[in-house]
């Protein structure tokens, strides 16, 4: 009676620990489930913030090249249906959206302020009297200068165009440093932090530049 009192006590012992043993594998079990869906959640919560972030990428560069190309469309100027560089007309009665589609024809950005849009009109006019013909490199301010890179037809690489061209220049970017690149009025050289612009008196107040290099002049 004894052994069989034993064999019993042992069979439940057993019995709890396989009890013990399945609670704990299906607790386990429930637990990867739980992780692995968690997991799944977000991932697919992930992948859907991507997805939706790439829409809104498509969307603001679809309105992008909306906005980029019916930008002329409401704006008069005398190269409005220019499509080609070699036919862009080049006179005295050009304004900033002729500026702003020259710099498109040729690929680049206007890296200028609006204050030198006429200086820079008449400069175009002036370097097309002397065979350019509206091909142009880069057009900024540099050192609080106008730089403008033209780039001239293969007949005019000699060294007595290359001094006409140089004398062109050297004459706009004194002006440029006498001409507000905000406004166009007349200013001199604000220096801060390193950084050159040439601005008038009321927009030199602008918080990135305040002490002068030149003392501004009066017209």
Known sequence: MDDLSGFIFMLLIVFIIGLFIVSFIKKALTNIRNEQKRKDSYEEERLKRIAQA?????????????AY??????????NKNTTRLEDFIINDRMNQYDLE???????????????WTDLVLALMVELSENGWKGKVASIKEKYAELRF??????????PEHDAIYEEIMENYKLKSL????????????????G??????EKHSDHPVFSEYIIPFGKK
């Open 195 to 200: 950084w050159q612009q040439t601005l008038c």
């Open 101 to 115: 589609k020259l710099a498109r024809l040729n690929g680049i950005q206007l890296e200028i302020l609006g204050g």
């Open 149 to 158: 890179y033209a780039i001239f037809p293969k007949e005019f690489n000699n």
């Open 54 to 66: 790439a829409l809104e990428q498509k969307e603001r560069e679809r309105l992008r090249k909306v």
């Open 69 to 78: 190309e019916t930008y002329f469309d409401d704006k008069e100027f005398i």
């Open 178 to 193: 006498e001409t507000c690149e905000v406004c166009g009025e007349h200013g001199g050289m604000v220096y801060s932090g």
